[in-house]
């Protein structure tokens, strides 16, 4: 079983950084596959950014040059580093974990979730 808890949400002003913490318990996430998801009122919840095992990364287009996903695995946490924030950047953001290490694009591939946590930019 994993925990996931996110902090680091809130308000702030377009053209404005925030960064999103991720703290997993109950195993260490070294071998698997970690995500950020995000859903805006009235919309599907969407992959933004995913590290794969190995490594490799991804980032849906429209975030792409402005985040930045990482891992610390003594920390057993990963980060989501959000900068030039848009209004249409507003969101609850959540973490998932595919223990798999496989992961993707797609909520089902993701085993557990975090509660989210809400960002909010203002224009």
């Known amino acids: 079983q994993v925990q996931l808890v996110e902090s680091g949400g809130g308000l702030v002003q377009a053209g404005n950084s925030l960064r999103l913490s991720c703290a997993a318990s109950?195993?260490?996430?070294?071998?698997?596959?970690m995500a950020w998801f995000r859903q805006a009122p009235g919309k599907e919840r969407e992959a933004v950014a995913a590290i794969w095992s190995g490594g490799s990364t991804y980032y849906v287009d429209s975030v792409k040059g402005r985040f930045t996903i990482s891992g610390d695995n003594a920390k057993n946490t990963v980060y989501l580093q959000m900068n030039s924030l848009k209004p249409e950047d507003t969101a609850v953001y959540y973490c998932?974990?595919?223990?798999?290490?496989?992961?993707?694009?797609?909520?089902?591939?993701?085993?557990?979730w975090g509660q989210g946590t809400q960002v909010t930019v203002s224009s």
């Open positions: 109950g195993r260490t996430l070294s071998s698997y596959a």
């Open positions: 998932a974990v595919d223990r798999h290490g496989i992961g993707g694009r797609a909520t089902y591939q993701y085993e557990y």
